[in-house]
């Protein structure tokens, strides 16, 4: 058992403001969210904290910052903090992206006490047509969200034809 090795004398209880999982990027590194989960019952993620998660491409491939999550039940997403996470596209032929932290499409869940900060989701169509929603979360399906603080969320969509749609939400 690798776990016989380890001295768990001085553990404590599990305290997320104590031992807080957290998850960044480093500036140099492209094309990377943290997390994609498809077809989850009855999970929890609690106590984490997802720092400029930034997958770049066409969607789906460029949407959700930090979390990609479809066909999910009953998740619950509790005491997590989301900073500068963005997703972006360039295209010269038009494009969407959507979800600067989290995508979410289809399922139930609950979002709750947690924190998102100058999350964004944007899009540059060129010439052609752009859309970029859901600054902080791009949201599908029966979800709840409750006693979550939103902060300079945005979302970009450049030329005329282009479509920001919900800074927050």
Sequence with gaps: DRHALIDHAHDG??????WRTRLRR??????HRFIGMRGV?????????????????VFP???????FITDCI?????????ITNRTRHDAANGME????????????GLITNSLFVNNRAEGNGGYYWS?????????????????CMFYTNGVDADIAAGSPRGGGM
């Design 13 to 18: 209880a599990r305290d997320p403001a104590v």
């Design 26 to 31: 480093s500036n140099t590194a492209v094309n």
């Design 41 to 57: 019952t009855g999970g929890t993620l609690s106590g984490m904290t997802f720092t400029n998660g930034y997958p770049y491409g």
């Design 61 to 67: 491939m460029g949407g959700g910052g930090a979390l």
């Design 74 to 82: 009953n998740l619950t997403i509790d005491n997590c903090s989301f």
């Design 97 to 108: 992206n959507f979800g600067g932290a989290i995508y979410i499409a289809n399922g139930s």
């Design 131 to 147: 859309s970029a929603s859901g600054g902080a979360i791009s949201l599908g399906g029966d979800w709840q969200i409750r006693n």
